[in-house]
Each structure stands twice: as structure tokens, then as C-alpha cells.
């Protein structure tokens, strides 16, 4: 039997597909320029490097920062958390956080803890929501660093990031902000927002390839930010120690340059369509959604409805593994969604799921259609039915 036409809705794990010219940009590099940045006199190697930097001012741009330097190119979100995580907190030090936060937060604490760094972790409210003041109320005089997600990869819920950074600021604490399910999917102004770290990952609502991810530091924070790796930028090769200088500081060795020209591709697509633009997209979509699914009574949608979400979904079918629910939904039905505790385990202690293996979810993206969202529906309602 032929496969059903595919139906992306994983976008929170990653984008897909992404627009054409990152595929071309990548392409294009691979083919004709394939040089490292900052490692020679080439007329390549110039080009590279000076589109690299192009690539830090398109993301400046989209946060509203004045300084690409402090644009750092990591990994993925994992990566640009560790990298403040382990380069900010001393023995001794204090961390508040939220049990909203994906393991890339969880497990470096628990690691740091090891290390005589504790944290504390706030719940969020019924409406899945974390209180600034229960927040800020857990702050110590050793508390040096908050952490919080913008928006829960598993309920949605948007965080009220701005209020506790604020608070933070007035007492001194430095704030460092989980981007990975809002970067390039509602509009950010790190001034606004007033964090000191902004840690995204490229590939997901900025629309480049897995493989990147970037840190944004305010100016300043380098000073005492360490750096988590050591070794050659290409600059100030005569010196043994790493230099200080911004991006130097934290990009030791050769950068992913074909994922940031693919990064670079997506960022622009972005600015062009306008992040309002996605945000609105998104959150049509989304309404669709819940009104779908809630016209379905086999399916229980997990979390609160009242508050603001970004574009996606969990929920569950009493009685039916959500793994095996994904698996269905893909064979039968074409749809790929994610299954399971979604690397936030406590949320799902939180929310009564962990013990049901999870939720699904569902989640859009700007190439997801209002068409798809009710093909997902449908698909969900006779997948539902067969199992009452
Ligand atoms: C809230 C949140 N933080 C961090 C991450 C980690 O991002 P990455 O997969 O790029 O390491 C994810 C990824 O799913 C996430 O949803």
C-alpha cells in the first residue's frame, strides 16, 4: 500500500522542510566556496568569513541587539546553554530555575550540583504560567544566575520572561533565557526582554539545519563569562591563551559554516516574512487545532487553554500509548508528530503524564497549512475512534 502524503507537525523538535534558498545557500557553499572562515588569504576564505559576519548582523537584527560580536555560534540550544551554564556558575553559587526547563537545562544543573552548585526550581501556576514573585522570592544572596524557557515545549505556554528578568536585574542576578521554542517564532527584543544570555538553536524557528544554534551575551558578560573550550580562531595565533575578544572567545575551531550559511538563509526568510507575520500564522493554526481536538471527546488536551501559547499541542488519548499513537498516526495517516516526555520530564510529573508515557504533540511551522491541521484532526478522530 502506497504511504499517505506526509504531514510535518514536529516542528518544535525541528523545522521542516525549510525554504528553498537555505538548501541552495548550503549547496552553493559546498560546491563553490567549501573554505574554512578566518583561516587564510583566499578570495573564498574572505567571502565566507565576511558573510559569516553578514549572518551575526541578521541575527542581531531579528533580537534587536546592536552587537553582532556577541552573536556566538554553537551547536544547537543545548550547546549555547552549557556553554553559560558552565561558564558562569561558581562552587557555591545558587541558580533559580523552573520545572518548565528541558533536560539541556535540567541535567547541566544536576551535574553542576555536583559541584556544589545549587538550584532551585519554581513550579508554575494552574495556568501554566510561573509567578514572577514566586520566582523572584526564591532568589539568595548567592543566587547568581536565573533561568527560564520562554515558552514549554510540551504545554505551549508562553513565560512571562520579561517580569522576572526585570526583578533579577533589580537585585543583580543575571538572566539567561531558553529561545528554543520563540526564536524566529514571536518577535524578541533582547533590550525589551532584558536578559543577559539568549540561547537558540538555528534549526528550528530560524529555519536553518540541525547543527547550529547560537548565544547571544550582552556586552559585558564576556568578562566573566569562561569559556567552556579552548583553541584556534584564527586570530591571535602567536598567543597561547584564548583570546577574550568577542566571538573569539567561545568559537574555538573550525565553525559549521555550511550550517551557517543555511542558518544565515533561514534568518533572512524570516526578517522578510516578518516575525509578526509568523507569529500570527502560528497561532491560527494552533487555534484550529484546539478547536479540532477539542470537538473530540477520546482526547484529552494536557495543559492549561487560558494563556498564551506558541504553535503547539500535547495531548493524549486515555488508553492508548502515545507512542503507539504516533506510530499509528505516521503509517496510517501520514502525520509526523512526537511522542513521549519530550526531554521534560518534570513537566509531565507536573501535569500527571509521566506514568502514561508522555503526551503527543503537535507542532507547526510556516509551511503548515490550515488544510493539514484538519487532515491531523480527521486523522486523530478515526485513530480515536477505533480504539473506544
Ligand atoms: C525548550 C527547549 N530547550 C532546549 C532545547 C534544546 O535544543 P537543541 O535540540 O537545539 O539542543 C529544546 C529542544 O527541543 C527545547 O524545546
Known sequence: MAHPPRIYLDNAATSFPKPERVY?????????????????????????????????????????ADNPSGV???????????????GWLKPGEHVVTTR??????????????????????????SDGR????????????TTALAVVTQASNVTGIIQPVEQIAAGCRERGVAGLVDAAQTAGCLPIDVEQLGCDFLA????????????????????????????????GTGTRSEQSSQPTTLPDKYESGNLNVPGIFGLGAGVEWVLERGVESIARHDAQLVE??????????????????????VGLVSFRIPGLDPGEAAVILEES?????????????????????????GTLRFSVGPFVTLEMIDRAVAAVAEMAAAFA
Not at 213 to 230: F, H, K, M, S, Y
Request: aromatic share 2%; charged share 20%.
Open 72 to 86: 556566538i555560534f554553537t551547536l544547537n540550544g543545548t550547546d549555547s546553554l552549557n556553554l553559560v551554564l558552565h
Open 288 to 309: 484550529r487545532l484546539i478547536a479540532g481536538l477539542s470537538t473530540l471527546p477520546a482526547v484529552e488536551i494536557i495543559g492549561p487553554l487560558s494563556a498564551p501559547r
Open 200 to 231: 537558540m538553536p538555528g534549526h528550528k524557528g530560524l529555519l536553518g539545519p540541525l547543527g547550529t544554534g547560537v548565544l547571544w551575551i550582552r556586552p559585558g558578560r564576556e568578562e566573566r563569562l569562561d569559556a567552556v573550550r579552548q583553541g
Open 100 to 125: 518548565l526547563e528541558h533536560n539541556s537545562v535540567l541535567r547541566p544543573l544536576s551535574d553542576l550540583a555536583a559541584r556544589g552548585i545549587e538550584s532551585t526550581a519554581i513550579a508554575p501556576r
Open 24 to 64: 541552495q545557500v548550503i549547496d552553493d557553499y559546498q560546491r563553490r566556496l567549501g573554505t574554512a572562515a578566518g583561516r587564510g588569504a583566499t578570495r573564498a576564505g574572505a567571502e565566507v568569513a565576511a558573510r559569516i559576519d553578514a549572518v551575526r548582523r541578521s541575527i542581531a537584527r531579528l533580537i534587536g
Open 130 to 141: 510561573v509567578a514572577p514573585d514566586d520566582f523572584l522570592n526564591a532568589l539568595r544572596p
Open 333 to 357: 495517516f501520514g502525520i509526523e508528530c512526537r511522542a513521549g516526555l519530550h526531554c521534560a520530564a518534570t513537566v509531565h510529573a507536573d501535569l500527571g503524564t509521566l506514568d502514561h508515557g
